[in-house]
């Protein structure tokens, strides 16, 4: 997903994004116009631009800029925003080894299922867990989408370093449409993290049981 950027192209014009900056890009009060003028290309290398700096420390932050008609280069990030990008980025390099484990912790699991031919789970039983993962993140939203995306945000990072902008100071936010792009973000890593699951479990079943290769695997 990092290498697709986040499939952001796609979800641009798909949630609206495009619409969301024609809406507030023309009230920024940072005097940084025009963007609302940009390109869904431009927009999109900018948003490339966020990804690559914040898995490399938050270099290149400072320079993301922006054309605007009088073919000025804009910057597009605030000192606050570019502020906070690199307390995203410091959190990223913490999680990453975590990330790690948790690969290394998933694939001994698989290993282990393979090599002592345990019980493979079904696909009725991982849907069934994939509804149930549904329900428990549906019940959890419930909350409020916003409300638990502040909270985490207060969490996680530093108390006297900004991390909440409104669209009208925030290029950043706007072009984001902050906190809804996150939330379907997280979607479709689900998704694809549960499909993924499921043709490896697919697979490794076929071949844990030979008798079945000729029957329908369900």
Known sequence: MV???FFYSGLHDGIGIDKHIEMYAPRNRNNKNEFELTSKDERV??????VEAIH????GLETLSYTSTANKQVLLLTEAEILHLKDVAGLLDKLKPLALVTTIVWMFLALLIYFKRFQVPTSKQLLLNTILLLLVGAAILS??????FNQLHIWVFPENHQWFFYYEDSLMSTMMKAPDLFAYIISIWIVISMLLTTVIFKLMRFYLHPDQKNNRIV
């Open 56 to 59: 490399h420390q938050g270099d």
């Open 143 to 148: 909350f409020g989408p916003e409300r638990i």
């Open 45 to 50: 290398a900018l948003f490339h631009g966020i």
């Open 3 to 5: 290498q697709a950027d």
